[in-house]
């Protein structure tokens, strides 16, 4: 029996599912731990995203790309795929384009 009540995208559940394998190759609890991280982390990042870009004028999709390079530059938060849901699902929370960091 599964504890989380928590509702984990499809989006992130598909962090854990390798080429060619239909499940993930973590448990329930371990991935619906990991997307709580990188869940809070995006809602954390509104506002500095907000802030940033009008306090220096920046399009939407520079704030977005420095952004993600901080979250690659601390490789002990989020790992690389994690960072590039956390940037895509902050875009959705400030209705910025979605598109995904180069």
Known sequence: MCDSQIDIPTSFMA???RPGQTKPSASHQEVAQRYEIC???ANLLTEHAQSVQFSQGLETHE???RCHQALLADVSAVSAPEAEWVIRRLAELLNWDTHAPS
């Open 39 to 41: 869940e809070d982390m």
């Open 63 to 65: 704030v977005l790309a």
């Open 15 to 17: 962090l854990f599912v």
